[in-house]
């Protein structure tokens, strides 16, 4: 299909609600229904397309009227997969803005072709974003004002009252996000659809975790990320994005076990903490995974020991972050080093098609880059469709099994 022009995306974005160009080709759109049977000599986009969710009504050839994720005017009651935007992130130590990763893979998702040839076509589903909380936003803005002074100082002092304040407040604002999130989930999974979080920071799906944990007892999770996110609060802050998965594994005891690729910026006692775990923290290091490339092995067997150390539900922390920083540049705190693109989708469609069921999944710290330059929302955007189709392709089959 013919891409968007530059100046067709500026119309779009600057008054994305006036008849905005088509979002889907002629040929894709008559009738869903037979659409399905001749679409069902792909073996894979038949078996995604075997239980689609479609609205009644839904014609993704008429002119958008809203601006829905990917362009679909999906509302969330229909959706098979709700996201819930957090635009929070109060605690980024080196460099904020993800808290526009929302609004901005929002907007990049326009772009999207939604035809996938690892998982078809997976916006049959109906995907769906709840609209991004300004009261979210706003107090993300607060606490990071209260933030910034402890930032700046390296952490919390000791006996600093000032810093002490700070990080109450900032440690309050962190807790309402998670209440906000984990309400939105719930509601989300009791009707039976599967939710899913884009941040923000890495803080943000905590909630999503916590409520998706007392579901799905013993579940993995698979975090990829350029850091452990280990830390016993970072800077003073309980609720950093640096501490996610402390507080995952030392609060929720329902999550089994975490799996840790493309970690290559790691504290002592973060490694330390990995060690003492028994297990229940496998890291997967950059290095160590490139060793042993350079040594002859192929990313496919690596991928089969990653989905091999995961239970059989399973939870995808995605840290944008976790990939080749070109693919993020604007990121809160990018490393060299990270996966590929290609990588990245070969690993999430073995996940996928293992065996395993992904019950949900997040994906964190986008960051626009300055004077609207889309680089990291065009990747945020591709990599959060292709964490839907994973997760979809992981529960085709199961329709009935989704119900909880
Ligand atoms: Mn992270």
Redesign the pocket.
């Known amino acids: 299909m013919p891409r968007r022009t530059k100046s067709q995306i500026k119309s779009h974005t600057t008054s994305r609600t006036k008849n905005r160009p088509t979002r889907r080709p002629t040929s894709q759109t008559k009738n869903r229904t037979s659409k399905t049977s001749r679409t069902a000599s792909r073996p894979d986009r038949a078996r995604v397309a075997a239980a689609p969710v479609v609205p009644a009504g839904f014609d993704p050839d008429a002119a958008a009227t809203g601006a829905g994720l990917f362009g679909l005017d999906v509302t969330p009651e229909d959706a098979a997969i709700v996201v819930i935007p957090v635009p929070f992130d109060a605690t980024t130590s080196y460099r904020p803005g993800t808290a526009n990763g929302p609004d901005h893979v929002l907007e990049a998702s326009m772009q999207v072709d939604l035809e996938d040839l690892q998982f078809g076509a997976i916006w049959r589903y109906g995907l769906a974003m709840l609209p991004v909380p300004k009261a979210i936003a706003a107090l993300s803005r607060s606490a990071r004002a209260a933030a910034e002074p402890v930032i700046r100082a390296g952490g919390a002092e000791p006996g600093n009252r000032r810093h002490a304040a700070a990080v109450a407040k900032v440690n309050a604002a962190s807790e309402r996000v998670r209440d906000h999130v984990s309400r939105e989930a719930s509601r989300i999974l009791d009707r039976g659809a599967i939710a899913a979080v884009l941040g923000g920071d890495?803080a943000s799906p905590y909630g999503l975790i916590a409520e998706l944990a007392s579901r799905h007892p013993g579940m993995g999770i698979l975090q990829i990320?350029?850091?452990a996110?280990l830390r016993d609060s970072f800077e003073g802050f309980a609720w950093s994005?640096?501490s996610?998965f402390h507080n995952v594994m030392t609060r929720l005891p329902g999550v089994g076990r975490l799996v840790q690729v493309g970690i290559r910026d790691v504290g002592a006692r973060e490694i330390e903490f990995a060690e003492r775990s028994r297990g229940r923290v496998r890291v997967f290091h950059d290095q160590r995974l490139r060793e042993r490339q350079f040594g002859g092995a192929t990313w496919g067997a690596l991928c089969r020991e990653i989905v091999e150390a995961l239970p059989r539900e399973v939870y995808v922390s995605f840290?944008i972050?976790g990939l080749s920083p070109e693919l993020c540049p604007h990121t809160g705190t990018p490393v060299p080093g990270g996966l590929s693109f290609a990588e990245t989708c070969h690993l999430l469609e073995m996940l996928a098609t293992s065996g395993r069921r992904v019950v949900g999944f997040d994906l964190?710290?986008v960051a626009p880059g300055p004077r609207g330059v889309d680089w990291d929302g065009s990747v945020g955007a591709r990599v959060l469709y292709k964490l839907m189709g994973c997760t979809l392709r992981s529960q085709v089959g199961r329709r009935g099994a989704r119900r909880r």
């Open positions: 890495h990320d350029a850091h996110d994005h640096a996610i840290d972050d964190c710290e």
